[in-house]
Each structure stands twice: as C-alpha cells, then as structure tokens.
C-alpha cells in the first residue's frame, strides 16, 4: 500500500486537531456513554481512497481491513498465508493457479461472494481506463497489457496511452460458482502470498455500477459494515461508523462498533485519548513515546514492523540527477543518531531497501553507502562540482515528520554545507498527488507499508520503471530484467537471489536512501483485550477486540 500499505502501501508514517470527538469509555463495560453497545474509538489519517482497488496508503487501508475480506490472511506470529475466504490456492506449473471459494460468504448487500465477483473485480481493477492506483497489482495476469496498454513515452509524454484492445483479462476464467482460474503470463512462485493484500478483495455488483457512491459508502464483505447513516466525505468527513457485520463469513467481529476517527494531529489524537475520548491512537507522536510507554505499560505495543522510511528524490529534476549526489547525502545522515534522539532508539537504521522482517534481507546489501561517513559525503560533493542553491525537504502535514525532516536538514547542512527549507505544509492525500504527478521540487519522504512478505514487494512497487508507485520517476532496464528473473524462478528460494541482485543496482543508484526499519508505536485503551497486532497487515485484528 503506498504510504506501507497495507502498506503498502505508502504509509502517513506516524499520521493524523480533532474534527469531531466522541466520548468513549464507561463503568458499565461498554465504551462509549453516548454509544450502545461496545464500542471502539480508533484514530486514522484522512484516507486519500476507500475502495480495494484504489486505495494502497495506511489510512484507507486501516479502514478497508475491517470492510473487505481476501482470499488469504496472514498469521500475526509467523506470516504465514492462512486460506480465509479461499478453500485452496492450487497450481502444477506456477503459472495457472486454480482458486476454490469457501461456501456462505456475502456481501452487505446480501450478494453472494462467488468466483465471479472476484472476476468481475479484478477485471475492474486492471482496467487501464478505470485508472486505478492499485492496477498494476493484476500485470502478471495474462492479458494485462490488452486491458491497459503502456504509454509509449509516460504520462507526461505528448502521446496518449493507446486505447485498450479488451474489455476483460484473458487470464481470468470462472470455472463454476465457487472456483475460477488464473492465467500469468510468466511463472509467479509468490503469487498466491500476494492475494491477502486488499486490491485482491472482491467488489459487490452494486458497488462497481457506481463506484463514487460505494467509496462513499462502502459496501464490503468483511466483519464490519458502513453504519446505515455513516459516509465518507474526503477532507470533510471525520468520524467513520461501521457496526458488526452479523452475516460475515468468518469468525464475527466482538464489538458491536468501530469508530474511525479523522485527526490532522497525531499530539491532538494522544490528548483526546487521555481524555477517553478516544480509545486507539494507532501511531503515537515520537514525543510521547517515552510518556506513553510509563502510563500505559499493560496497552503500549511498540514492535519492529515491515515498513521502511527512505528520503526520496525527484530523479526527473536535473539537480538530483547525479547518483553521486544522492550517495554524499546517504553518507552525511548519521542514521542512529536522528533515531536516539528522535525514537529513543527504537528504530533500525536501514541497510537494505527492503524491511528486516523479509526473507532475502541482508544486514550488508547497503554497505558503506548507508554508513554515517561525512569525509567520503564531502568528497562526493566536491567531485561533482557541489550543490547550488537551497534544497527543499518535503513531507507531510501533522503526522510527527517535523522533528526528524528538520534533524535530516540540519545534518545535511552541518557535513556538507548545504542549506535547507522545509515544506511540510501539505496533508498526506494532497502530499501523495503531488509526488504521483513527479512535481516534487527536492527531496521528500517516503515510506512503504509491505503488502504482502516478499523481498519482491520492496522492488517492482517502488523502483519498476512506470509502476503506479514508482514517485521517483526511476528506470533501469537491468533493474527490470532482474526483478522479472526473479519472478520467473521455480521456487521461492530461488527468487531471492534474482532480487538482491536487483536490489544492489538500486543501492548504486539510489533513487531513495534508506533510512530505517519502523518500530510500531500504538496504545488502547485498558478497557480492551484481545488487541492482536498483526505485523504483515500492519494493522490490530479488529474483528477479534473484546471489551475487558
């Protein structure tokens, strides 16, 4: 999910002065003095997408994970696929994957969950005139590129992409009621671990014959359901209210309500959570970590997860374009020193452009490159001539970014002599168009939400030449073969060594600096149990809460 995701998925990082409060919290064990039944209160950024195929950022995510259900889950202790909607995921050659639904699954409408309205969706999805975010999750699909032809020279070239030649994707085929196949174009050993991301989540008949209404108010088949009287206005809307989902297809949600609260400010949100206003603030401000860890030691979960924060560059500006640049800037970052003062220490400095908790990860596939060195950083800067004028920062509005952007800035400026500004004045939905219309004016942040456990995850997303979360503008033909070996290979194993390849060509050209492997840092209310958190998901298990 662009952000992580989910994800993917980018990420607000740490995102979110409260629109609308709601009390919460009681004696009598249900939450909420003006709600009935148990109720939670959650905090989120403002989503930039609510609907499965248009929505790969954090926050519309944490809102899609309690609406949609996918073919697979994750299990939270070893991330491992779990068939949830999915009875088998089968394939003899890895390239036709025959997929069995479970019977008794349904949307809130009351429409069946069958093997066409996963069809029906995908095809939706992929197609190029729908123009969405998460399209390119469906390119290894036979018949992708007949459903949404490539531009031949980018979105900002003079030629329009040419007009699709199919409707549907060739590679889809409904077998009868509860079975449908799957057609890549090349072998994909990965691809059933990639179903459990949200894109893969089947879209109601009645939500795609309008598609604005259904974003407004989602009609999904997972454990909650928009309530009767709740919509989603972007920028306007603060409180989202779903209720119990009573017909879900598996196990049902606990509480009767889930509250999603809208907060420009995460500092705003921690107050209104100790004011029992609110009962989850899924991403506490680096300032109050400390504080949160002390009050709240029985409710503080802080745990390393699978996203990473990179400073990005806008390699389509002629100022950013030489590597060597962007190596002396990696190499001016003193990385544990940002995180102490920052995190208090509670973040990895990145070595690799993929999370830790990935298998394929290697401590040492940065190298020297991400190591705090400000001699080498200046000796870079001086080989190609400096860097004239003020380097912009950019990152996104109320979401705790302000501390470490400006300590980066500072560091920048004290090792190689380059002064700064900072451009945090944007909210996280206006700060992601931005950088997908490559209008970037300097380096900005980034981060990357897993979508699902894959070294691949962290390449093809954010470094394949015109994938749809690509905000560098980056290309490198190599690159692409490399990632495209990897998918190809027989076995997972195999993979790996295709896309670490890949990954050390990224590393040279250094399109974005990894910085650090995200800790969680997120508190409840001690008025709640079962709060599981689920760290490929990136996201608590909201169907399985209990009020304490």
């Not at 905090?43 to 994970?65: F, K, R």
């Not at 889930?258 to 206003?277: K, M, S, W």
């Not at 190689?416 to 004016?441: P, S, W, Y």
Request: proline share 6%.
């Amino acid at each position: 999910m662009r952000g992580s995701h989910k994800t993917l998925r980018l990420t607000a990082g740490i995102a979110a002065v409260t629109l609308f409060a709601t009390a919460c919290g009681g004696d009598d064990g249900s939450s909420g003095s003006e709600e009935q039944g148990d109720t939670m209160v959650v905090q989120i950024g403002d989503p930039q997408h609510l609907l499965p195929s248009n929505t790969n950022e954090s926050e519309g995510a944490a809102v899609l994970q309690a609406v949609y259900s996918t073919l697979i889950t994750y299990d939270p202790e070893t991330n491992e696929p779990v068939n949830l909607i999915a009875e088998s995921i089968e394939s003899e050659d890895q390239t036709t994957w025959t997929i069995t639904l479970k019977e008794g699954w349904t949307f809130h409408n009351g429409e069946p969950v069958n093997a066409e309205s996963f069809v029906r969706s995908w095809n939706y999805a992929a197609y190029g005139p729908n123009a969405q975010l998460n399209a390119h999750f469906f390119d290894r699909i036979q018949g992708y590129e007949e459903v949404a032809p490539p531009d031949p020279d980018g979105e900002e070239g003079p030629q329009q992409a040419p007009e699709p030649t199919a409707e549907t994707l060739s590679g889809l085929r409904v077998i009868d009621e509860l079975t449908f196949e799957v057609t890549l174009s090349a072998p994909f050993a990965s691809f059933p671990i990639m179903l459990g991301y949200t894109a893969f989540a089947p879209m109601a008949e009645e939500c795609l014959a309008d598609v604005e209404a259904c974003e407004r108010h989602p009609i999904g088949n997972g454990p909650f359901m928009f309530a009767e009287d709740s919509e989603w206005i972007p920028e306007t809307q603060a409180r989202l209210e779903l209720v119990r989902f009573e017909d879900y297809g598996g196990e049902p949600a606990k509480l009767d309500r889930l509250i999603f609260q809208v907060y420009d400010d995460i500092v705003t949100a921690y107050e209104d959570f100790e004011a029992g206003l609110v009962d989850v603030v899924r991403n506490v401000d680096p300032s109050l970590i400390e504080q949160a860890r002390q009050d709240y030691p029985d409710t503080f979960i802080n745990v390393p997860i699978a996203t990473m924060g990179y400073l990005a560059f806008p390699t389509y500006d002629p100022r950013y374009a030489d590597p060597r640049l962007r190596h002396a800037i990696s190499m001016a970052i003193n990385r544990q020193e940002i995180i102490d003062a920052i995190w208090n220490g509670t973040y990895e400095p990145a070595t690799s452009v993929a999370s830790s908790l990935v298998a394929g990860h290697r401590e040492d596939a940065c190298g020297e490159l991400c190591e705090y060195n400000p001699d080498e950083a200046r000796r870079l800067l001086d080989e190609i001539g400096g860097f004239e004028g003020t380097m912009e920062l950019w990152y996104n509005a109320g979401a705790g970014h302000d501390q470490w952007m400006e300590a980066l800035g500072n560091q920048i400026r004290e090792e190689l002599g380059i002064e700064f500004e900072l451009h945090g004045e944007l909210q996280f939905a206006q700060f992601l168009d931005r950088r997908e219309a490559l209008e970037m004016t300097g380096p900005f942040r980034s981060g990357w939400i897993m979508d699902y456990p894959s070294l691949e995850n962290f390449l093809r997303p954010l470094f394949g030449t015109g994938a749809s979360t690509n905000d560098t503008g980056y290309s490198n033909p190599e690159v692409d073969a490399l990632i495209d070996m990897g998918d190809q290979a027989a076995t997972l194993e195999e993979s790996i060594q295709y896309y670490q390849q890949a990954e050390d060509i990224i590393l040279q050209d250094m399109p974005m600096i990894p910085l650090w492997n995200y800790a969680e840092a997120l508190v409840y209310s001690p008025e709640f149990e079962n709060v599981i958190y689920n760290p490929v998901e990136q996201n608590l298990d909201w169907a399985q809460i209990t009020v304490a």
